[in-house]
Every structure is written in structure tokens, then in C-alpha cells.
């Protein structure tokens, strides 16, 4: 054999090997497929996102739904962009609105509303485990973050305006730098929300409590990678070892100086430098590492993003390198967590795990398409939004199809609307609203909800949206915890919206509500006649953005049966209890 030959041999069996490690590796650390979106004459498709649901309900012998009346499309959308409810004004203006881009035009106005960051930014605030106090089990001791509210405003700010993706994600993860504009600068508390130990614990289990925390949230956060679980041994399912687990501590080793000190008996700290923990145990230090990142997921050295002089920099760099580092995962996971919000289940169903005991992709190519737009697009997050909402999939109508419930009863195939519950802020927020009574003002410091010793009451100079509640640790809002609030312990990617008796116990029986009640039907009187189906008209469209059917009139009717306010106080109770005021179809 020549030695020509022999560098051919050598050069084509390489690519062999490289092309069998492709092929062998989890779809999500594989690149991103460039796929092509063929062309369709099919009227039901409105965008290329369609393209991807036709060709797999047509797989499965399935047809798509004809598009949602205009009233609901009104709600629904109200409901997933800003949280905040559309007046009569605004829902006879697009109901009577003859043009062909009306509800494009209507997307494009919520995606510029002030309100709509606030309604995105509580989606990053579960991400990003965000708590206004420390978080410590001795709950005395679960002290309020004065300035842990300035981060919330920061993520509003962020959606409002548009920021890119990237840079998003780069100003979290690079808390020492000074070259974050004003109103992105408190971006940098990201690393240092997590919880703490009291104070009388170990100095040592404490400097690697708030290191697990860091590097946990840094994996499920940005790549959907359960980094953690590398901690005590190489991970058992996906391609990181606990060398590399440590090699990510380095990075945030410096960033914290632990006070080795509890119940005032000096306790040195054993680990000073970056080590690989035997077991995870700080009692047990092996080998020194250096700082590094998820080989499978980098094309480079380490050097390649890394300098000395800021660490996390590098970090922030190689995350969202689409070329040489973790980028593509990066779109993919922030893409599926967008899908997930606007049809209350991702394309991956696990938004904080796309390992291999994650779910797989129902739509992988739909996946990688948006994740490239995103990308080609500048990781502007709104145009990705706007190919979601404007989509034929979205603007399906709801339907209970028995054939096609035994077909896909959780709807994976996108033949249907599927009705999503509200989370726990919106329904408060909504409750607010309605009644009249909803604080607008953005922005500023959080208003009190007690603290280990007592929860406050939900009472009038509290009354602005939930995002501005603190979220304090130690202390259970009287309305938000009964409906699926999340855990600010570790980072949530998706919440469980289950309706259970305490929650059907609150619109029965809670003196909140039946306050709000009173505003509403004082609110109802003051923009109706004294006609009782104006005034049932009235409640629906301000509650539920839609008039009444003839059923829902008679009804009313038997309620109201007169001028009395208490019977009017009571139907606006009723219009509460509705399911349809809490889910949005």
C-alpha cells in the first residue's frame, strides 16, 4: 500500500468514525439539521410551522382543527402574551375589524405591550429558581434580598425590549462584569438566587451547597442538562463525568467567599481550590481540575473561550456558541420552552431535561427549523413568537373528537386546541382585573407577604399584579399557594396545574373572592343600564371576553330576578367560579 492510499484509507475511515459518533449520539447534543419545508397548496397552512403538524397528522390519519372563533382568539391571546384582560372597546374593535391582517396586527400590538414582559418574565423567574429571601430551613433565619427585586425588573425589561437571546444569557452568567447597560445590569445576580444553609452549618457544606446550586441551575436552565446528577459519580444516563461536574465548579469557584464561621466556632475551609469530591464529599478530595465544559459539546479547547482574568465570561461564551460549543442545545431548549408556554406542553415535554431520560421530541424537525430561525434571526425571541402565534396550529379551535381522543388523547399531534389551565399569578391577576381593582403601575420594590410568622392578607394596597408580590421562601401567599405556585428551591421548567378541593373550597368560600365580588358587581352597575341582559352581557365580556349564550342569559336572569345588589354581588361570584374563567381554550 502506497502511502497515498494509506492517508486516503486513513482520512475516509476517520470520517467513518466521526460519522458513527453522530449517529450514536442523543438527539439533542447532535447538530442541528437544516431541513427544507416543502411546498403545500394545502389552505389550512398558514406558515412553515405548519408544514411539520400537517405532515404528522396526515401520518396518523389525522385532520387539524378549522380556526377558533374570533372571541376566543381575543382571550387567548390576552391570556399568553400579556396575563391582562382585553376591554369591551378592544374585543368590538378586532370582532369588527374587516382586514385580512387583524390578527396579525393584534400579535404584533401584545408583543410590544408593557404587560408582555411582565407575563414572560414570571416564565424565566421559575427557570432561574428566583427567591427574595435566602431560602434557609431554620425559618427565622429566611432573611429578605433587598435587592433581589432588581433582577426581576431587569428579566421584564429584557423581554420588553427584545433582548437577544444570547446576550440574555450571557449578562446572567458574567456577574463581575461592568458592561451590561443600566437596565440589564442586575442580569448578574442570576448565579447567587439559589437557596443557603443556616448559619450554624458547616462553612464547607455550605461553600458546596451553593456550588451544586449554581452549576445544577446553570445546566437545567440553559441546556436542559441534569448537571447534578454528576455530582457523587458519572452521570448514569448522559455523557458527563464527575470530572467535568467539577470542571464547572471551577468556573464558579471564585465567585462567593464563604464565611468560615457557625454558632461562632471557626471552622476552616478544607477545599480551597478546585478538586474533584470523592463521593461528592468535601471530606474526601481528589484531584485538582481546572475549569471546563461538557466535552460532547465542545469543538474546541477549553482555552478556546476561557482567559484568566473572567472565567464566567468564558462560560457565558461557550453556551451560546453555536458553531464550536453548546449553542444549538441552547436554541433548542429556550425554542421548546416558548412552544411549551403557548400550548401548555413542549415539543419536548421535558423542558428541563433533554437527556436520556428526558422525552423525546414529538416534532424533532420542527424543533431543529425554529432553532435555526432563532439563530439566523438574531435570538430574537419575539420572531419566534410570532411564527408560534400567527401558525394555522395555534388558532385551532378546541375539540372533544372521541375518535381522535383515542387516537392522541394528550394531543403530542397538535390536531387541537387543547384548554390550559392558568397559572396561579394570571388567576389572581385576572380575579383583579375584572373586579376593577388591579394596581397597573410596573417596576420597584415587592410588596410584603409576611414572613415566618404570618402570612399577610390579600388586601387592597397589595392589589398590583403577582410578579410584584415577594417571593419570599418561608411564606405561603394566601391565593397563589393554592394553585400550583412552584418551588424556588431549584430551577422549574414546568408547572403542575392541577384543581384540587383547596382551590374549588377558595371560590366557594373565600372572603377574598367574595370581596372581589362586590367590586365587580359595583363595577358592573357603573358601565351597564339597569337592565339585567346588559348587565349579564356586561360580566361576560369583561370576565370571559365573549357575550353570554341564550342558555347563559336565562341563568343570569333567574339570578339577578330584580335590582337587588346582593344577587348581583352573587352572580359575579358565579362568573368567578367558572371553570372557563381559569382555563383558556
Known sequence: MTLKVLIIAIAASAQLLLANAAEQLHWSLSPIKSVAVNDSEDPWIKNPVDHFVLAKLKKNNLKPQPEADRYTLMRRLHAGLTGILPTIKEINAFINNASSSAYTELVDDLLTDPHYGERWARHWLDVARFGESNGILTVNEDRIRNDAWKYRDAVINSFNNDLPFDLFVQYQLNPRSNNISAEYRELRQFIHLGTRLQNN??????????LNDMVSTTGSAFLGFTFGCARCHDHPVDPMS?????????????QFNENPIASSKRIPLRITEPKVLINGDWKSPGKSVSPGFLKVLMQKSANHWLSESNKMEGLGNWITDTVN????????????????????????????????????????????????????????????????????TYTQKNS???????????????????????EAEIIRDRLLDVAGVLKKQMHGKSTPVGDYKKALPDLPKSWRRSIYLQAHRSVHHPTLSLFNYPDTSASVGSRSTSTGESSTLFSLNSKFLWTLSKHFAERIKKESTQDPKDRIEKAY????????????ITIGMSILNGQDDAKLTNFCHLIFGLNEFIYIH
Open 201 to 210: 452549618a458547616d462553612p464547607n457544606d455550605r461553600q458546596f451547597h451553593r
Open 541 to 552: 365580556m369583561i370576565a370571559l371576553s365573549r357575550l353570554p349564550n341564550e342558555e347563559e
Open 242 to 254: 464527575t470530572e467535568e461536574y467539577y470542571q464547572f465548579t471551577a468556573l464558579f469557584f471564585d
Open 325 to 392: 460549543g453548546s449553542g444549538q442545545l441552547l436554541a433548542r431548549v429556550i425554542v421548546n420552552r416558548l412552544w411549551h408556554h403557548h400550548f401548555g406542553q413542549g415539543l419536548v415535554k421535558t423542558p428541563n431535561d433533554f437527556g436520556e431520560i428526558g422525552s423525546e421530541p414529538t416534532h424533532p424537525e420542527l424543533l431543529d427549523w425554529l432553532s435555526l430561525e432563532l439563530i439566523k434571526n438574531n435570538w430574537k425571541l419575539s420572531h419566534i413568537h410570532k411564527l408560534i402565534l400567527t401558525s394555522a
Open 400 to 422: 372533544s373528537s372521541p375518535e381522535y381522543l383515542n387516537v392522541d388523547s394528550d394531543n403530542k399531534l397538535l390536531w387541537h386546541r387543547k384548554p390550559q389551565r392558568l
